[in-house]
């Protein structure tokens, strides 16, 4: 049961996946199995760009097949944007090292702005280069600004020619060492206002375009680039107006949803590794694992990281299905990026205290896994952003459900072309949302299924009775308290709906719950202390402080998947 819920490169076949898509991962995996854990490790101490990996992956024409729309697949059938693939890959290339995911990740957002134009020519430019081997990079952020897209310094001056020459910096930048396309988002000299924004394609290859550093110290290349005079013709034009907004945000929302991906994949392997470490480590006479502070922090590390999968795997029957009528996705896509990620830094956290020192050395993963699973929850907007964006839909999520038909699991071999006409970025408190009850209910026999159901619906209780003043919805700190605890209703909704189509082991899923009673209590005193608190709000949040159903037979049996993954996976060296 351990090994089949966790990605293992020795036993991997994603059945449910067509022949082509199996063929691509499993030669990924293949890669970097034959090029060893030596030399992933050394590239990886020594920053050294990777370079060969690059090359693999344009011989097998991989970010190619995955990455272009059937629309602008010239009629091969196996490309199509088809998020349950992207995911997949994600995962396989966090589990070997975040650097070989980042290359991945930014050629995605550089992709977002081109897929999402009406610009024939840049979309078939960029098919070609996708062909042709290239990866892509995202222009958005600048080093005084961040990702703040509305207050861009790239600026665009008209031409005589009918087009422009765009001179700025943009910081932050992954590949813009050798993207073939960079997506570059700037404004007008001459158009004040959200109308003169501009979304353009650039080439890092150009004589006016100038790569000034790699901005992070580490195999990744994250470039500070600098355009002088670039000029910007007609059909290097993807989006004006308005629509570049849009089209910024829209990226985001395709993007971002990587991150949890490479968060369990950093997390599978780090796990693999700590657990063989510590089951075969002797310290007075016996394994360490005997130990029962030992113990629980493993399988503590172990539910949340099966919840992290089960959160986002159902997430992408959700993105899969979205259409202009059920953007539910929209919920679910920042929650993957704040709190699956999160959940990644605190499964490590608790991997290394068992470890230890060990979790230090250079010749194993884990140190670099340590290091860099610190980076997700920080890219595409912080947890605070994404904690603040999913407050929108609170009201209509928790008290306001309607009726929608059923979601089922999406591996079918479609285009998930839906992600690149979203329309508008707004509108968000509006959206609504199926009963998030009917997952509870269904597993309510389960104890701490039952306790935490309770815990749900004290918050809805909260929100009618003693709901935010005015000045308390102004106080971001105390929002984000009620955040967190938001947060979880909704990642136990999904993690219940995934379960049951996973038919996950009963005392495993009961165990997770365990755990977000846990976290849920911790976040209610959390707002008890908060300076903005209430005093009705304070005794609310002491009130729904709970403890876990406790239960022997089940501890025993989840530790028996934990230990099972000793020994299950080691790389070649």
């Known amino acids: 049961?351990?090994?089949?819920?966790?990605?293992?490169?020795?036993?991997?076949?994603?059945?449910?996946?067509?022949?082509?898509?199996?063929?691509?991962?499993?030669?990924?995996?293949?890669?970097?199995?034959?090029?060893?854990?030596?030399?992933?490790?050394?590239?990886?101490?020594?920053?050294?760009?990777?370079?060969?990996?690059?090359?693999?992956?344009?011989?097998?024409?991989?970010?190619?097949?995955?990455?272009?729309?059937?629309?602008?697949?010239?009629?091969?059938?196996?490309?199509?944007?088809?998020?349950?693939?992207?995911?997949?890959?994600?995962?396989?290339?966090?589990?070997?090292?975040?650097?070989?995911?980042?290359?991945?990740?930014?050629?995605?957002?550089?992709?977002?702005?081109?897929?999402?134009?009406?610009?024939?020519?840049?979309?078939?430019?960029?098919?070609?280069?996708?062909?042709?081997?290239?990866?892509?990079?995202?222009?958005?952020?600048?080093?005084?600004?961040?990702?703040?897209?509305?207050?861009?310094?790239?600026?665009?001056?008209?031409?005589?020619?009918?087009?422009?020459?765009?001179?700025?910096?943009?910081?932050?930048?992954?590949?813009?060492?050798?993207?073939?396309?960079?997506?570059?988002f700037g404004r007008r000299a001459d158009v004040d206002g959200p109308d003169g924004y501009v979304f353009f394609a650039a080439d890092s290859r150009h004589p006016a375009y100038h790569l000034v550093q790699n901005v992070v110290n580490a195999q990744m290349y994250v470039s500070e680039f600098r355009l002088e005079d670039y000029p910007v013709r007609e059909q290097d034009v993807l989006h004006t107006g308005r629509a570049a907004f849009d089209a910024a945000l829209n990226t985001v929302n395709v993007g971002k949803f990587n991150l949890c991906t490479a968060a369990i994949g950093i997390c599978e392997h780090a796990m693999y590794e700590a657990v063989t470490h510590a089951h075969r480590r002797i310290l007075y006479g016996k394994p360490v694992t005997d130990f029962q502070h030992v113990r629980r922090e493993l399988v503590d590390g172990y539910a949340r990281l099966v919840a992290m999968k089960l959160f986002s795997d159902r997430a992408v029957d959700y993105f899969r299905s979205a259409g202009p009528d059920d953007r539910r996705y929209l919920l679910f896509n920042p929650m993957t990026k704040m709190k699956v990620t999160t959940e990644g830094e605190k499964v490590i956290d608790l991997l290394w205290d068992v470890i230890a020192a060990k979790g230090f050395e250079a010749d194993t993963y884990f140190d670099k896994a340590a290091k860099d699973i610190r980076g997700l929850p920080k890219l595409e907007g912080t947890v605070h952003v994404n904690l603040a964006l999913i407050l929108k839909f609170m009201p209509n999520y928790l008290l306001n459900p309607t009726e929608f038909g059923p979601v089922p699991p999406r591996f079918d071999s479609a285009d998930d072309e839906f992600l690149f006409r979203q329309g508008p970025a707004r509108g968000l408190g509006a959206i609504r949302f199926h009963d998030w009850r009917i997952a509870y209910d269904a597993h309510a026999d389960l104890p701490n299924v039952a306790r935490f159901r309770e815990q749900a619906d004290g918050l809805c209780a909260l929100l009618r009775a003693h709901a935010p003043d005015v000045d308390q919805q102004g106080d971001l700190d105390f929002l984000l308290a009620i955040g967190q605890l938001f947060a979880l209703v909704v990642y136990g909704q999904l993690v219940l709906e995934q379960a049951e189509l996973n038919g996950l082991d009963r005392h495993l899923l009961d165990e997770v719950f365990a755990i977000l009673v846990q976290d849920f209590s911790a976040y209610a005193i959390e707002l008890h202390g908060k300076a903005a608190t209430t005093p009705a709000q304070a005794a609310w949040a002491l009130s729904h402080v709970r403890r876990p159903v406790a239960d022997a037979t089940r501890a025993a049996a989840v530790w028996d998947q934990v230990v099972a993954l000793c020994g299950a996976y080691e790389m070649q060296p």
């Open 1 to 184: 049961m351990a090994n089949s819920l966790l990605f293992n490169p020795h036993t991997y076949d994603p059945a449910h996946l067509d022949a082509e898509t199996r063929r691509l991962l499993r030669a990924t995996i293949d890669f970097f199995e034959n090029r060893g854990k030596k030399a992933l490790l050394g590239s990886y101490i020594d920053r050294a760009w990777y370079g060969d990996f690059l090359d693999f992956a344009a011989k097998e024409g991989l970010f190619a097949t995955f990455l272009t729309p059937a629309a602008d697949g010239g009629g091969d059938p196996a490309k199509r944007w088809d998020t349950a693939r992207n995911a997949a890959l994600s995962e396989i290339l966090g589990f070997y090292g975040l650097g070989y995911w980042y290359t991945w990740q930014v050629t995605v957002l550089g992709l977002g702005p081109v897929w999402q134009s009406a610009n024939q020519a840049a979309r078939a430019h960029a098919a070609q280069l996708l062909a042709d081997g290239h990866v892509m990079a995202f222009g958005l952020s600048e080093r005084g600004h961040g990702a703040d897209i509305y207050a861009t310094d790239m600026i665009l001056t008209p031409d005589s020619s009918g087009g422009f020459r765009a001179s700025g910096t943009k910081y932050y930048i992954g590949n813009g060492n050798v993207a073939g396309l960079v997506s570059v």
